[in-house]
């Protein structure tokens, strides 16, 4: 079993930036996809950004492409989402995800094995 526990969420206004982090624990090294997903009031969890634990691939919801960046680093165990450009339809509660199987799609929420308890982005225009 693997802990995920994210932090860096918070208040920006329109333009801004922050750097969400989530810190994992346990059996990392049977996970072969670290991921962020969002959910905002109201509306269901989405896929924001994902990546391969070993060849550090990325991959992005076309709503986020060129503004958000996934990284990985091994050494500390932590996955970083850099948000850039933020806007408020970016508002949301961003949670931390791993998972064992490569097969499926990247944003596929169910092939998720392990979930953070999230931490809150608030960008107000």
């Known amino acids: 079993q693997v802990q995920l526990v994210e932090s860096g969420g918070g208040s920006v206004q329109t333009g801004g930036s922050l750097r969400l982090s989530c810190v994992r624990s346990?059996?990392?090294?049977?996970?072969?996809?670290m991921a962020w997903f969002r959910q905002a009031p109201g509306k269901e969890r989405e896929a924001v950004a994902a990546?391969?634990?070993?060849?550090?691939?990325?991959f992005y919801a076309d709503s986020v492409k060129g503004r958000f960046t996934i990284s990985l680093d091994n050494t500390k165990n932590t996955v970083y989402l850099q948000m850039n450009s933020l806007k408020p339809e970016d508002t949301a509660m961003y949670y931390c995800?791993?998972?064992?199987?490569?097969?499926?799609?990247?944003?596929?929420?169910?092939?998720?094995?392990?979930w953070g308890q999230g931490t809150q982005v608030t960008v107000s225009s």
């Open positions: 346990g059996d990392t090294n049977s996970r072969k996809f």
């Open positions: 990546i391969t634990t070993r060849a550090r691939y990325p």
């Open positions: 995800a791993a998972r064992r199987d490569v097969a499926p799609a990247w944003n596929n929420q169910g092939s998720y094995d392990d």
